[in-house]
Each structure stands twice: as C-alpha cells, then as structure tokens.
C-alpha cells in the first residue's frame, strides 16, 4: 500500500490529465510487448514495484520478471517482459523505469558498500537524506543492497547533533532532557566532534556514540574508550572514505549519506513493439 502511494504520486506529477500523447496517437484496444533490459551491470532493485505500476497505469498487462530483487545482472540481461495493453504500458513505463532505476542504483552502490566491509563486523546503514516522498523506496533498495536502516524519520528515534547541543548548552543537558522525555525503550544517539564530547556523551549515558567527520585514528581511539559500552557510528562524507580503513576501527556502524541522496540510477530500458 505505501509503494501504492509512490506510484500514484509519480503518476499524479506525470499525467495529471491523463497522458494525451497516447491517447492521441494508439488504438484503445492497440496490444504491445516488450523487455526490460540492462544497459548496466548492477543489482535489481524494485521488480514488483514496476509490475503494480503497470496494473495501476490501467491494467491488462502480463508482467513476466526473469529475476527478483537482490540478484546481480550484467549489461544486455533482460530483468522482465511485459505484454498487453499498450495505452497501459505507455502511462506506466516511465513511473516503472524511474523508480526501478533509483531504487537498482541505491542497491549497487549499497552492495559495494557492504562488499567493502566484508571482513568485519561493521555494518553499513543509511540515513534521512533521501529524496522527498521516495524514503520507502529508497531505505527498501538499502536492504535489498545487504545493508540496515537507520531511522525513518524525526518520530522514530532520538539523535542529538550539533544544533540540538548547541540548542540545549551542552551535550550533558540535551541527553538529560532526552532521558527525561523519552520512555525507557527508546535510544538516544548523540553526535560528536572530538574525544571530549564522546567522553560527555558516554557520560550522560547515550546509547548510540556517532563520531563525526572524525580521521581513522580519532575513531580508533573513540573505540577503544568507550570499549562497548555504547554503539558507534562513523558518519560525515563516508562515500568518499576508504570503507575498510573505516571499519578497520572497529566501530560498529558506518552510516552513508551518499547512498541515497546521490546515487546514479542503473540505467535500464524498456523497448516494445505491438503485436
């Protein structure tokens, strides 16, 4: 249902009066047919999503993937056939395209990130900076990429940065009125700059210790003093940072932004010809 929503929504900005060029120019009861081809190597992502676009763009189309979200294609492999209608085809191609390019791109990028980690226990994660109105799709490609989540949204975790210090006076009184607010089973994540401030963090009992825009031998000192006491995050331009140097510090979480707010869409096409 809420991939529902993005469809809808993308359709909504596509043809809000319907797409006259098809109407226009092919038959009502006009029959296509048609691949889905790579024209990237990389891994799918959003198989089912183009399916429900096409039943939702008007219906009577047979969708026949030859792969599934997670699997690896090479340049040239065909990811699916379709074939009926083609008024519906046409109003639901390019929806299907968008949002399976996007989402097969944050998967590739993810699953290199993840390969880069490999062997360690360091998890790769996401963040919030995603495209507006496309999170679900683009923390879902996370995932498909082998990689965790980090939280939805504001509503969902506490994570105090830079401003909410500076809002609250001290990293100390931000955790204090976070515990304060917040019930027992909800963590709290504080962002921090240097050693001191993971040294106040851990102090005022944060959960989740980010270390921020910190060099490989900050984190590994940052690690090695909190000594499991708290989880650590390493975030702060982390798409352009050698991944294995980084979990080499052994901190338990590498977050990256660049995975979703940046990412190139796997380019994939959909040709068809009426039958």
């Known amino acids: 249902m809420e991939f529902d929503k993005i469809i809808l929504m993308s359709f909504e900005e596509d043809m809000p009066n319907g797409d006259i060029t098809t109407i226009a120019t092919v038959d009502a009861n006009a029959l296509a047919e048609g691949d889905f081809r790579a024209k990237d190597d990389g891994v799918v992502c959003g198989i089912e999503i183009a399916r429900r676009s096409f039943e939702l763009s008007g219906g009577g189309v047979e969708y026949t993937p030859y792969v599934a979200d997670g699997d690896f294609v090479k340049k040239g492999d065909i990811i699916a056939h379709v074939k009926g209608n083609a008024r519906s085809i046409l109003m639901g191609e390019r929806t299907a395209l968008n949002l399976m390019q996007r989402a097969s791109g944050i998967a590739t990028a993810t699953k290199k990130a993840v390969t880069a ?25 996370v995932r498909i990429g082998g990689a965790v989540n980090h939280r939805f949204g504001l509503s969902d975790g506490i994570l ?9 006076g001290s990293i100390t009184n931000a955790v204090k009125k976070a515990k304060a607010y917040a019930p027992h089973t909800l963590k709290i994540e504080v962002e921090t700059e240097n050693l001191e401030q993971v040294a106040e963090a851990l102090e005022a009992g944060a959960d989740i210790i980010m270390l921020d825009n910190m060099n490989c031998e900050q984190m590994k000192k940052a690690v090695d003093f909190i000594a499991g006491r708290a989880v650590t995050e390493a975030s702060g331009n982390m798409g352009e940072r050698d991944l294995a140097e980084v979990a080499k510090t052994g901190v338990d979480l590498i977050s990256i932004g660049a995975l979703t707010h ?8 959909l040709k068809f010809k009426l039958i």
Do not use: F, Q
């Open 117 to 141: 980690v490999e062997a360690y226990s360091t998890r790769i994660t996401d963040t919030r900076k995603t495209m507006p109105g496309l999170r679900l799709l683009d923390k879902y490609a």
């Open 160 to 168: 105090i940065k830079d401003n909410h210090i500076a809002a609250s």
């Open 262 to 269: 940046s990412v190139k869409a796997l380019d994939i096409s």
